[in-house]
């Protein structure tokens, strides 16, 4: 795909995110990397990572796809949004580039492959700002059977979800609230965007989980919880993956406190009450099982990041062979 396309007034509009930013000549867009330069849209974090590590994919969150493996996960600095509880706002916010290490696409995978990792995760702030970097890695990844995965607010353009289809093979949204003012004010971007871009993702067969963090005070009020559980019911299908998130302070949000237990139990026991099949509780020690929605039958049994338990017979249930919903 090309990333931009001509505006008026000799101005490039880049095509990265649904900020869509029209920029003239020398000007770099909402999210800090990347920048109108002769007569191009050049990403300045291309090959420039921040952060680097190597996680269990239960950690992104991600639990219906390849269940207890490692992923690669790598994010560069810049973020098309101002969250002010992120917890990686060192990077995400930061708009000074460190350009004295520079990592091929063909180096990450090598290095994927050397640590036996099934994925590569583009995590920690927004990959949809550094696009042309992820699709490069992922499509060299495709070469080794490594798959690649979004962790992302969702705010995508809509060039890049389609031009995502067959490259990206799983996302984590954050759908962080179901408040267009709060979005607008607090967050970026806006919530009737995100909203039809997880439909899209969806619709271009892109195996999509979702996170709400709860954040105390913001977005956890009973009503909000019920419009994002029926939102995900009614458009993305029953069979959707909600994490459901406790909150610590961090960032700018230092005053509130962390979410409670009960108010994570409240969540969960809505989107059950929505007939939701795959609710979990996340960022506490808490197990987190995975039942077959056919028989009742223990499939996955987790802690925190950890698999205690793994009981799939070629991603079906040992006992009624029901395919469970996933990548597996």
Same mark, same amino acid.
């Given at each position: 795909? &090309?990333?931009?396309?001509?505006?008026?007034?000799?101005?490039?509009?880049?095509?990265?995110?649904?900020?869509?930013?029209?920029?003239?000549?020398?000007?770099?867009? #909402?999210?800090?990397?990347?920048?109108?330069?002769?007569?191009?849209?050049?990403?300045? #974090?291309?090959?420039?990572?921040?952060?680097?590590?190597? *996680?269990?994919?239960?950690?992104?969150?991600?639990?219906?796809?390849? $269940?207890?493996?490692?992923?690669?996960?790598?994010?560069?600095?810049?973020? &098309?949004?101002?969250?002010?509880?992120?917890?990686?706002?060192?990077?995400?916010?930061?708009?000074?580039?460190?350009?004295?290490?520079?990592?091929?696409?063909?180096?990450?995978?090598?290095?994927?492959?050397?640590?036996?990792?099934?994925?590569?995760?583009?995590?920690?702030?927004?990959?949809?700002?550094?696009?042309?970097?992820?699709?490069?890695?992922?499509?060299?990844?495709?070469?080794?059977?490594?798959?690649?995965?979004?962790?992302?607010?969702?705010?995508?353009?809509?060039?890049?979800?389609?031009?995502?289809?067959?490259?990206?093979?799983?996302?984590?949204?954050?759908?962080?609230?179901? *408040?267009?003012?709060?979005?607008?004010?607090?967050?970026?971007?806006?919530?009737?965007?995100?909203? =039809?871009?997880?439909?899209?993702?969806? !619709? =271009?067969?892109?195996?999509?989980?979702?996170?709400?963090?709860?954040? $105390?005070?913001?977005?956890?009020?009973?009503?909000?919880?019920?419009?994002?559980?029926?939102?995900?019911?009614?458009?993305?299908?029953? =069979?959707?993956?909600?994490?459901?998130?406790?909150?610590?302070? *961090?960032?700018?949000?230092?005053?509130?406190?962390?979410?409670?237990?009960?108010?994570?139990?409240?969540? /969960?026991?809505?989107?059950?009450?929505?007939?939701?099949?795959?609710? /979990?509780?996340?960022?506490?020690?808490?197990?987190?099982?995975?039942?077959?929605?056919?028989? =009742?039958?223990?499939?996955?049994?987790?802690?925190?990041? &950890?698999?205690?338990?793994? &009981?799939?017979? !070629?991603?079906?249930?040992?006992?009624?062979?029901?395919?469970?919903?996933?990548?597996?």
């Amino acid at each position: 795909m &090309n990333y931009f396309k001509e505006a008026n007034n000799g101005k490039l509009k880049c095509l990265l995110c649904s900020y869509y930013c029209d920029l003239k000549d020398e000007q770099i867009g #909402v999210c800090g990397v990347n920048k109108h330069t002769n007569k191009k849209i050049e990403c300045l #974090v291309y090959g420039h990572i921040s952060a680097f590590n190597i *996680d269990p994919i239960e950690k992104k969150p991600l639990y219906h796809f390849l $269940p207890n493996t490692k992923s690669l996960s790598l994010g560069t600095v810049g973020c &098309n949004f101002h969250c002010n509880f992120c917890q990686n706002h060192g990077i995400s916010q930061e708009k000074k580039i460190d350009k004295s290490n520079y990592i091929s696409p063909q180096n990450v995978v090598k290095i994927a492959k050397q640590r036996d990792c099934k994925s590569i995760s583009y995590t920690y702030n927004e990959p949809t700002i550094f696009y042309p970097f992820a699709k490069d890695i992922a499509l060299h990844a495709k070469e080794y059977d490594i798959k690649s995965v979004f962790v992302s607010n969702g705010f995508e353009s809509k060039e890049v979800i389609d031009d995502m289809k067959n490259i990206i093979d799983a996302i984590n949204v954050d759908l962080k609230s179901f *408040d267009e003012q709060y979005y607008k004010k607090s967050l970026g971007g806006n919530l009737k965007q995100v909203l =039809n871009n997880l439909i899209h993702l969806k !619709n =271009n067969g892109i195996h999509t989980e979702i996170t709400t963090l709860l954040v $105390p005070s913001k977005n956890d009020s009973k009503e909000e919880i019920k419009k994002i559980a029926n939102f995900i019911k009614t458009y993305l299908g029953e =069979n959707t993956v909600w994490h459901i998130s406790a909150f610590h302070p *961090d960032y700018k949000e230092l005053n509130l406190p962390r979410t409670s237990f009960e108010k994570l139990k409240e969540a /969960y026991e809505i989107g059950k009450s929505f007939d939701l099949k795959y609710v /979990y509780i996340g960022n506490i020690a808490y197990e987190n099982n995975t039942i077959c929605t056919n028989c =009742n039958e223990t499939l996955i049994t987790r802690e925190y990041f &950890n698999v205690k338990k793994y &009981n799939l017979l !070629n991603g079906a249930c040992p006992k009624c062979n029901k395919k469970l919903e996933g990548i597996f």
